[in-house]
């Protein structure tokens, strides 16, 4: 097993985050999106999946973006959302970010649990809420983000979780880093078989056997993608959101 370069080797932090939400039903929840190019051949869209509702993901204010950057006409969605009693100006931008980030943490927590069905959207959330919720699954000093593809062969928007990322170009797997995997829930409720029923996916092949590598996955995740980072949190600041 290879050893990260945190306290707790990422071998053990991957196993410690699968068997967490093998104690969930986001094992069994449907999808409200399932896409057919990604099913097994054993798994029937049919049963998968189920009309949208519920556990909506509160909209978010992206890394890196500006008040500036904000149409008029979002300025009083904004300002409710972050509970601020009218638009948000720019002022108060930087309030509004921290209260929208800490209720999307919220709705992760209150969802994680019992899940019934989700699109990505809400799989992502669920699963950063429960990294919220069980800080010690990381340990100390982790990078979390939630990334969204811009584009894709497959389809736009889709959303996942990444953990420990390297500084670098997200555009780029390959320069993820050693201690880097990924959490999607969503991609895994396709599959029927080992390693891709597992939400947990390693970035790299590390040292074989390794039961959280799966090619498949890393082709879906590099192949013509365009993802971009939404939201970074660090594993010593999830606990403290969304009380």
Not at 123 to 133: E, R
Not at 228 to 236: A, G
């Amino acid at each position: 097993m290879s050893q990260s370069t945190h306290t707790t080797p990422k071998q053990a932090r991957m196993a410690a985050v699968q068997t967490a939400i093998g104690k969930t039903k986001m094992t069994t929840a449907k999808l409200w999106n399932p896409w057919p190019q990604l099913l097994d051949d054993d798994v029937v869209i049919k049963r998968l999946e189920v009309a949208a509702g519920g556990g909506n993901v509160p909209e978010i204010i992206p890394d890196g973006q500006r008040f500036s950057d904000l149409k008029p006409v979002r300025l009083p969605a904004i300002g409710r959302e972050a509970g601020l009693g009218g638009p948000v100006t720019e002022s108060t931008f930087a309030e509004a970010r921290e209260k929208i980030k800490s209720r999307y943490v919220a709705t992760g927590r209150a969802n994680y649990r019992g899940l019934a069905s989700a699109n990505c959207t809400l799989f992502a959330c669920c699963v950063i809420g429960m990294l919220a919720d069980q800080p010690k699954l990381l340990g100390s000093g982790v990078k979390v983000e939630l990334i969204n593809f811009r584009d894709t062969t497959g389809g736009a928007g889709h959303a996942y979780v990444v953990v420990g990322r390297a500084e670098g170009d997200v555009g780029d797997i390959k320069t993820y880093g050693a201690d880097c995997f990924f959490v999607d829930q969503w991609y895994a409720r396709h599959k029927s078989g080992t390693p891709g029923v597992q939400g947990v996916k390693d970035a790299v092949p590390g040292e074989s056997p390794n039961p959280f590598w799966d090619l498949d996955f890393y082709a879906f995740m590099s192949d013509e993608t365009s993802p971009v980072v939404k939201l970074t949190f660090t594993s010593d600041e999830l606990p403290k959101l969304g009380l």
